[in-house]
């Protein structure tokens, strides 16, 4: 799990690189909504500002593997000239780790519990006990996102 966990690179790259091309992102869901306490704590935002929050589960052959969940704010969005916002069932990482201005500058390993996901994720994701897994900023020229990911018992 560790070496998951402190993966510097890619991990949509990293897991096509062991399940291949069966490697698909399930969108659960995409909206503009005021993030939770903790994900505006990492970003200093202030409380009422929306930004745009996708939840997705990384998959392969019927597999849950990760559960992530992006923070962006919208200035992050206009100056990655809005690719962000058109993800689709692209995988994020596909499309961040080609911007050559892109930078890491916090992560924080954690354990998270079942409550504190939404329903639908603990249903997709097969959650009934705590899970590990990271909370990454990163910027483009200096407009930061949140990057949530936990991993599945499955990866392992």
């Known amino acids: 799990m560790q070496s998951w966990t402190y993966e510097s690179g890619s991990l949509t790259q990293r897991l096509r690189a062991t399940y291949g091309n069966a490697v698909a992102v399930k969108v659960l869901f995409q909206q503009w909504r005021v993030p939770f306490l903790t994900e505006r704590q990492s970003l200093g935002l202030h409380e009422q500002r929306v930004c745009l929050t996708r939840e997705v589960l990384l998959h392969a052959n019927g597999k849950p593997l990760i559960l992530a969940r992006t923070i962006l704010p919208s200035a992050t969005i206009k100056i990655a000239n809005r690719s962000l916002s058109k993800l689709g069932t692209r995988p994020l990482g596909e499309v961040i780790f080609s911007y050559p201005h892109l930078e890491r500058i916090a992560m924080d ?18 959650i009934q006990q705590p899970i590990w897994g990271r909370r990454t900023v990163y910027a ?3 407009r930061q996102m949140l990057v949530i990911e936990f991993f599945l018992p499955n990866i392992l």
């Not at 998270?112 to 097969?126: L, Q, S």
């Open 109 to 126: 390993v954690s354990l998270i519990n079942p409550n504190e996901w939404t329903t639908r994720a603990v249903d997709v994701g097969h």
């Open 140 to 142: 483009i020229k200096h």
